[in-house]
C-alpha cells in the first residue's frame, strides 16, 4: 500500500510568477528523461523483482522518491504560473517590460487544460509514453540503464539551473541535482554490488552459454565501418575485455562481408506488393 504524507520532501516555492520557464520545467516532469518516467521504471523494476531483499527494497524505495519529486516539480510548475498574465491584453498594460516576453513564452495548455498547472507532457508539449520506462527483469541490464538515465536527467536539470535566475527555483534545482547525484552513484554502486554478490556480471546476459552458443569469431573485434581513423585508438580496439573472459580487443580495418547478397522471392499476391519485373510483364500478358 502507498501512504502520502502531504509535506514536500523540498520546497518548491519561486520568488515570482514565470510562465515561460514553468514551460521549461516541463522536460523534467513528463520527458522522456524525467522524474514521471524514473518513478514509474523504478517502481516497476521493484515490482516484476522475483528476488525478496535488498535489491528489491532499494528500487521500491528509490521509486517512492521519485514520486515526491514528481509532486514537487508540478508544485513549482502550478506557483510559476500564477500572477502571470492570462491575455495579450493584460501583458500590454503592465509596466514591466518582461511581463510581454514572458507572456509570449508561455504555454497556453497549463491555463487552457490543466488550470494553470502542470502536466504528463515535455516542454514541446509530447505527452509522455510508457514506452519510456523499462523493466526487463534482468537487474544488471535494467541497473545501467538506471544509471543513464539519472545521467540524462540530471544534465537537463543542469542546464535548466541556467536558464533561470529565480532564487526559489535555483534552490529546488540545487536539491534535484544534489540528489540526481545520489542516484547515479546508488546503480553505479549497486552495479559493483550485483557482481560481487555473483548474481550478474558482463556481458549481460551472463548466464547464456557465451562459449558454446555464439559465434566466437566475432565477439572480440572492433570493426572500423566508417572512414574515421582513429578509432583504433581507443580502449575498446585493444588491450583486455571488461568481462572477465581473458580475451583481448582486436581491431578490424576495413571489415569484409560474411553474408550473400540477398534475394528475397516474390510475395504473396493476396498482399499486393510490387511485383518483380519479370512477373508483372507475365501479369500484363494474360
Avoid at 135 to 142: E, F, K, T, V, Y
Avoid at 184 to 198: R, S, T, V, Y
Avoid at 218 to 229: A, I, L, P
Avoid at 238 to 243: A, N, Q
Amino acid at each position: 500500500m502507498f501512504y502520502h504524507v502531504q509535506t514536500l520532501q523540498f520546497e518548491a516555492k519561486p520568488d515570482g510568477p514565470d510562465p515561460a520557464f514553468a514551460k521549461r520545467l516541463q522536460e523534467i516532469l513528463g520527458g522522456k528523461w524525467g522524474e514521471l518516467t524514473v518513478a514509474l521504471q523504478y517502481l516497476q523494476q521493484g515490482w516484476n523483482c522475483r528476488m525478496p531483499g535488498k535489491y528489491k527494497d532499494m528500487l521500491l524505495g528509490i521509486g517512492t522518491e521519485e514520486l515526491a519529486h514528481v509532486e514537487m516539480i508540478c508544485t513549482m510548475i502550478a506557483r510559476l504560473n500564477e500572477g502571470a498574465p492570462m491575455s495579450v491584453q493584460e501583458a500590454a498594460v503592465s509596466d514591466n517590460p518582461m511581463t510581454a516576453a514572458i507572456y509570449g513564452g508561455s504555454n497556453p495548455q497549463h491555463l487552457i487544460n490543466n488550470g494553470g498547472g502542470g502536466y504528463y507532457q515535455d516542454s514541446s508539449g509530447v505527452p509522455w509514453l510508457g514506452a519510456y520506462t523499462t523493466s526487463s527483469g534482468n537487474l544488471m541490464a535494467d541497473f545501467h540503464l538506471n544509471a543513464t538515465a539519472e545521467m540524462q536527467g540530471r544534465l537537463q536539470v543542469s542546464r535548466l539551473y541556467n536558464m533561470t535566475d529565480d532564487p526559489g527555483v535555483k534552490a529546488m534545482l540545487r536539491f534535484n541535482l544534489a540528489r540526481d547525484h545520489m542516484h547515479q552513484q546508488q546503480w553505479l554502486a549497486a552495479i559493483e554490488e550485483l557482481k560481487a554478490d555473483g548474481l550478474e556480471g558482463l556481458p549481460v546476459p551472463e548466464a547464456f552459454p557465451n562459449e558454446s552458443e555464439q559465434n566466437l569469431d566475432f565477439v572480440s573485434q572492433y570493426m572500423n565501418c566508417s572512414d574515421g581513423t582513429q578509432a583504433g585508438a581507443g580502449r575498446w580496439a585493444s588491450g583486455e575485455m571488461p568481462d572477465g573472459s581473458g580475451r583481448n580487443f582486436t581491431y578490424t580495418d576495413n571489415p569484409e562481408p560474411h553474408g550473400d547478397r540477398p534475394v528475397l522471392p516474390p510475395g504473396d499476391p493476396r498482399l499486393y506488393g510490387t511485383p518483380p519485373p519479370d512477373e508483372a510483364k507475365g501479369n500484363e500478358a494474360t
